[in-house]
C-alpha cells in the first residue's frame, strides 16, 4: 500500500503540473494547428532521421524554419561519456518554453542502442508540447507496478494509441570497460589517375591519425603522404613531364582550464615541392578563450585563439632572399565566430599570423559563410576569404618558366588571394512527411 501511495503521489504530482504549466504559458484557448500536428523542425548531424521519424509518431517533422512548432539541436560532446545534449526551443505560441535534455550511452553502444535511446528522450522532451495539439487526447498516462522499489522511471511506449507508463527502473546493466582507452584511429587511403591520347595524370594519398578525447584533455596525432604526377605530350620530340610531392606529420594536445579557458601545444613536421620547403618544422603554444561556455557550441561560440613558437624551414632551392635554411618565431592570432539559430546559420574567423623577428612579414585572412532564410521557401547562401599576404620567404629564386606556370608547379608571388560564392536555396512541395522508404537506398 506504501508503495501504491507513492506510485500515486508522483504520477498526480506529474500530472498537475503539465496541466498548470500548460494553464499558466496558455491561458487562452489553445488554437491546433490545421493538421493537428505538432511541427517539429530536428537538427542532428549523424542521426539516423529515418529512425526517428518512424519511432516518433505524434508528431510532423519538417525542414520549414517558419512553420516550425519547435525546433530541436540534438549533438554529441566528445567527452569520455559521449553525453548527448538535446535542446528544445519552442516557437510561436511555444515560444519561451525551452529545455534541455541530457543522456550518456554506455561504452561501446551500437548504433541502434543511442538511436533507440535519443529517440526516447525525444519522445520525453515532445510530450510537453504535444499534450497541446489534437495529439493530446491520444496520450495517456498508465500506472503499472513492476517492482518494489520505490524509484521511478517514466518510459513512452507507442502504438496504435499513445499512451506514458510509469514503472520501476531496470537493473542497471554492468558497465564495460573500454579497452581502447577512448583512443580512435583512422587510416585512409587514395588512388586516381585520368588521362587522353597526349596527357595522364596519377594521384595518391595516404593519412592516418589517432584520437583521444575525454572531459579534460584532447590529444590528436596524424600524418599524410600524397603524390601527383603527370605528362603532357607537346610533340613528337617534346613531353612534359611533372612531380609534386608533400607529406606531414602533426600532434596537438588541449587541456581543460574549465568551462571558457583551454590550453594547447602543437607540433608538426612536413614538406611541399610546391612551396621549395624540403623541411619545415613547427612547435607552438597558446590558450583559447571562449566568451561563451563550450557546451553551447552547438548554438553559439566566439573564440579567441593564440599560439606562439619557433619554426624551422630547409628549402629545397635557393630563396628569394639568397638561403637554404631559415630560423623563425612567429605567433598566430585566430577569432572565429559561430552561430545557428532559427534565422539561419553564420559564421566568421579572422587570422593574424607574423614573424616576430621580421615584423613585417605577416598574414592577415578573413573566412566567412552566411546561410539567412529570407522566406519560409527561400534562403541566401554565401561564403568568402580573402587573404593579405606578405609573408612569401620560402620563394624560389628566379624566373618560373612557362611550364611551371601554366602547370602550378611553382608556388608564385602575390599580394593576396580571395574566393567568393553566392547562390539561393529555394524549397517548395511537401517540407515534411511522416514517411520513410528505405528501398534502394544508396
Known sequence: MKHQTLVSILLFSAVSTIAVSAHAQNAAAIQPLANGALRVRLTCTGCDLDFLKTNIGFVEFTADAAGADVDVVASRAE??????????????????????????????????????ELARVLRIGLVEYAVETVAGPQLDVAVRRVSAAPSLQIVY?????LRVTVRGPPAAPAVPTDRWNYWVFHISGETYGDGERLSFNRFYEASA??????????????????????????????????????????????GSLGPHFSLAAASSVGSSTFSNEKRVARVSSG?????????????????????????????????????LAEKVAQHTLNVSLGLR???????????????????????????????????????????GTYARIRDQFTLEKGEATEEEVLLRQRQLATGHRYSVSVGVAFSFGALSSATVNPRFGF
Request: proline share 4%; aromatic share 12%; net charge positive.
Open 157 to 161: 511506449i507507442e502504438g496504435p494509441d
Open 79 to 116: 567527452t569520455p561519456d559521449r553525453r548527448w545534449r538535446v535542446t528544445f526551443v519552442g516557437r510561436g505560441r511555444f515560444a519561451g518554453r525551452d529545455r534541455t535534455l541530457s543522456f550518456s550511452p554506455v561504452p561501446l553502444a551500437t548504433a541502434n542502442d543511442i538511436g533507440r
Open 287 to 323: 590558450v583559447e578563450y571562449d566568451v561563451f561556455p563550450y557546451d553551447e557550441w552547438t548554438r553559439r561560440s566566439l573564440t579567441i585563439q593564440y599560439l606562439a613558437g619557433p619554426a624551422y624551414y630547409e628549402f629545397a632551392a635557393e630563396t628569394i632572399f639568397g638561403k
Open 209 to 254: 591519425s589517432a584520437n583521444r578525447t575525454t572531459a579534460n584533455w584532447k590529444v590528436r596525432i596524424g600524418g599524410s603522404r600524397s603524390l601527383s604526377r603527370s605528362s603532357f605530350t607537346v610533340s613528337d620530340d617534346e613531353t612534359i613531364k611533372t612531380r609534386l610531392s608533400d607529406w606531414r606529420a602533426d600532434s596537438l594536445i588541449v
Open 341 to 383: 539559430q532559427p534565422w539561419g546559420q553564420a559564421g566568421s574567423t579572422f587570422v593574424f599570423t607574423q614573424q616576430l623577428e621580421e615584423l613585417d612579414r605577416t598574414r592577415t585572412t578573413f573566412l566567412g559563410n552566411l546561410s539567412v532564410r529570407l522566406t519560409r521557401n527561400l534562403s541566401l547562401t554565401g561564403s
